[in-house]
C-alpha cells in the first residue's frame, strides 16, 4: 500500500476530513501525502519548521498533539491559516525510529469540534509507525 493509500484508509478509519504525513528532513518537515486539505493551504503545509503549527510541535515535543478546536485555539498552537481550513478537532503524532529520531509526523482532522481519547491517540501513534518505512 503506498502513503496516499495508506492515508486515506487512516481518515477513513478515524472518521475524519482530512489528512497530513510529513517526512523530517533536518528541522523541517515535508509533505509526502495530504488529504482533503485545500489547494490554497498547500504552500503553507508543504514545508513546516519543527515547532510551528501541530505538526511541527508533535515533531519537536515527540508528543501527540491535539488542539479539540482548532477554530477557537487561543494557545498559539495553530497557525491563523490553519483556521481557514475549515478543520475543527485534530491531531498530530511524531512517527519516530527504533533510537527516537523523528522521521515524520501524520495528522487528521475533523470539521467539528472534536477531543481525540487516549486510545485514539495510542491508535494513531501505532498507525504512524507503519508510515515510517514509507518515509
Given at each position: 500500500?503506498n ?8 481518515v477513513?478509519?478515524?472518521e ?7 517526512r523530517?528532513?533536518g528541522?523541517?518537515?515535508?509533505l ?5 486539505v485545500?489547494d ?11 515547532g510551528?503549527?501541530i505538526?511541527g ?10 488542539l479539540?478546536?482548532l ?5 498559539g498552537?495553530a497557525?491563523e ?8 478537532g ?15 509526523t ?5 470539521i467539528v ?23
Amino acid at each position: 500500500m503506498n502513503a496516499d493509500a495508506k492515508l486515506k484508509q487512516t481518515v477513513a478509519e478515524f472518521e475524519c476530513q482530512t489528512g497530513t504525513l510529513h517526512r523530517a528532513d533536518g528541522e523541517w518537515l515535508y509533505l509526502v501525502a495530504q488529504m482533503g486539505v485545500p489547494d490554497f493551504l498547500m504552500d503553507k503545509i508543504s514545508k513546516i519548521p519543527f515547532g510551528k503549527g501541530i505538526a511541527g510541535v508533535a515533531a519537536e515535543s515527540k508528543e501527540p498533539v491535539e488542539l479539540c478546536n482548532l477554530q477557537q485555539d487561543l494557545g498559539g498552537v495553530a497557525k491563523e491559516d490553519a483556521r481557514k481550513t475549515g478543520v475543527s478537532g485534530s491531531l498530530a503524532v511524531p512517527i519516530l525510529d527504533e533510537s527516537g529520531k523523528v522521521l515524520g509526523t501524520l495528522g487528521v482532522g475533523k470539521i467539528v469540534p472534536y477531543e481525540f481519547s487516549d486510545a485514539e491517540k495510542v491508535k494513531l501513534t501505532e498507525i504512524g509507525q507503519e508510515f515510517a518505512v514509507m518515509l
